[in-house]
């Protein structure tokens, strides 16, 4: 009995080392993959973090002062986890309300389809059938090569209205629409092997919405040593939509999660909406590990739309979940809506431009 309450105890403090050293890591705000790695897996975290408690308490105290020291931490650190985690759960307040248009009413409703394929999956036929029954007005498909777009070019029939961009590098984009699309193209903001869409989806009532679409590179090993290039990638384009004040989406898989630090100052400088925030975390990947799940696709509008319907679609042979997102546009609810974002100040504005400046000055090192 003694050697296993030893071994409990033991196992008890590397859990909640490890534990405390992830949740300490991302604030030092350090760019490095093996730092920003730890933004992603907090619900995991606050898990490990909470086992870890738990087994403090519970088991036979050390002599001296170290159990209460140790068992005070992990208690802090549970509630500053959780903390950056409960707006993405149904206790918060939604930052999005729920739409007061009736469904039937597609003249001012935008329907999209989100879907990182998996470029190695030789599956189409699973997201053609999400496509079939949800008829989205818009579909966006990351990691898409020219088998992709030869796989879902027959969507050309009824999605009329297109702009590509397939690549045998994990990184092609794939966009149909239903609706006209205006000043579409693509284009490649900070690396030369790296797309993104902007343009304008012309409602059925005439009404003009921007549009940006993004798969940004993570920082992860074979990919990116620091998160420098995807941070700035998605501030360019927090601060083109800054300066305009129509109708706003920007969709993708962003490679980030909403909760992390250059999320949230995108938000804010972009003053858009996260209509996950009180209504879950819709984790989109990893589609294959069930304990190992994070947001990683994301749809952020402006306050222009109220949410009709959001959902997770099931597994389509890709490690990432679709996401199908229905917003009805109800400018009536702008101020009351537009009031819920956190106000952009000095330090935000410093910080973006200095985050834009290292991610060129990176990109600019690698295109060379």
Same mark, same amino acid.
């Given at each position: 009995?003694?050697?296993?309450?030893?071994?409990?105890?033991?196992l008890?403090? %590397?859990?909640g080392?490890l534990?405390?050293?992830?949740?300490?890591l991302?604030?030092?705000?350090?760019t490095a993959?093996w730092?920003?790695?730890?933004?992603? &897996?907090?619900?995991?975290?606050v898990?490990?973090?909470? %086992?870890s408690l738990?087994? =403090?308490l519970?088991?036979p #105290?050390?002599p001296? #002062?170290?159990q209460?020291?140790?068992?005070? =931490?992990l208690?802090?650190?549970?509630? $500053?986890?959780?903390r950056?985690?409960w #707006?993405?759960?149904?206790?918060?307040?939604k930052q999005?309300?729920d739409? =007061? /248009?009736?469904?039937d009413?597609d003249?001012h409703?935008?329907s999209l389809?989100?879907?990182?394929?998996?470029m190695?999956?030789r599956?189409?036929a699973?997201i053609?059938?999400?496509?079939?029954?949800?008829?989205?007005?818009v579909?966006?498909?990351?990691?898409?090569?020219a088998w992709?777009?030869?796989?879902?070019?027959?969507?050309?029939?009824?999605y009329? $209205?297109?702009c590509h961009?397939?690549?045998?590098n994990?990184?092609g984009?794939l966009v149909f +629409?239903?609706?006209p699309?205006?000043?579409?193209?693509? /284009?490649y903001l900070?690396?030369?092997?790296?797309?993104s869409?902007?343009?304008?989806a012309?409602l059925?009532?005439?009404? #003009?919405?921007? %549009?940006?679409f993004?798969?940004?590179?993570?920082?992860?090993?074979?990919?990116a @040593?620091?998160?420098?290039?995807?941070?700035a990638?998605? %501030?360019?384009?927090g601060? =083109? *939509?800054e300066?305009h004040?129509?109708?706003?989406?920007v969709?993708?898989?962003l490679?980030?999660?909403?909760? +992390?630090?250059t999320s !949230?100052?995108?938000?804010?400088? +972009?003053?858009?909406?996260?209509?996950r925030?009180?209504r879950?975390?819709? &984790?989109t990947f990893?589609?294959n590990?069930?304990?190992?799940r994070?947001?990683l696709?994301h749809v952020?509008?402006?306050?222009?739309?109220r949410?009709?319907h959001?959902?997770?679609?099931t597994y389509?042979? +890709?490690d990432?979940?679709p996401?199908? *997102?229905r917003?009805s546009?109800e400018p !009536?609810?702008?101020r !009351?809506?537009a009031?819920?974002?956190?106000?952009?100040?000095?330090?935000d504005?410093?910080?973006?431009?200095? @985050?834009v @400046?290292?991610?060129?000055?990176?990109?600019?090192?690698?295109?060379?």
């Open positions: 009995m003694t050697f296993l309450l030893n071994l409990a105890q033991r008890t403090w %590397l859990l080392a534990a405390l050293v992830a949740t300490l991302p604030l030092l705000r350090q993959w730092v920003r790695v730890f933004d992603f &897996p907090r619900l995991q975290i898990a490990v973090l909470a %086992l738990a087994g =403090a519970l088991l #105290p050390l001296g #002062p170290w209460a020291v140790f068992a005070g =931490a208690a802090v650190a549970v509630g $500053y986890q959780a950056r985690v #707006p993405y759960t149904p206790l918060h307040r999005v309300a739409a =007061a /248009r009736l469904p009413d003249d409703h935008l389809l989100v879907t990182n394929v998996l190695y999956n599956d189409p699973r053609l059938g999400h496509i079939r029954l949800r008829q989205p007005d579909v966006l498909a990351v990691e898409t090569d992709w777009l030869a796989q879902l070019q027959s969507l050309e029939q009824t009329p $209205y297109t961009a397939p690549l045998p994990t990184y984009m +629409s239903r609706l699309l205006r000043q579409a193209e693509i /284009r900070l690396e030369a092997d790296i797309p869409f902007h343009g304008q012309l059925r009532c005439g009404l #003009p919405v921007n %549009l940006h993004l798969h940004p590179r993570p920082p992860a090993p074979g990919e @040593k620091s998160s420098v290039r995807r941070d990638e998605l %501030l360019v384009v601060r =083109a *939509i300066h004040d129509g109708p706003t989406v969709a993708g898989d490679n980030d999660v909403a909760w +992390s630090h !949230e100052l995108f938000r804010r400088l +972009s003053r858009l909406l996260d209509p925030i009180g879950g975390l819709l &984790p990893h589609a590990f069930r304990l190992l994070w947001p696709d952020f509008h402006s306050a222009h739309f949410l009709q959001l959902e997770r679609l389509m042979g +890709s990432h979940f996401i199908f *997102i917003l546009y !009536e609810g702008w !009351e809506q009031a819920a974002l956190e106000v952009l100040d000095a330090e504005r410093l910080e973006t431009r200095v @985050k @400046k290292e991610g060129l000055a990176d990109a600019h090192q690698k295109n060379a």
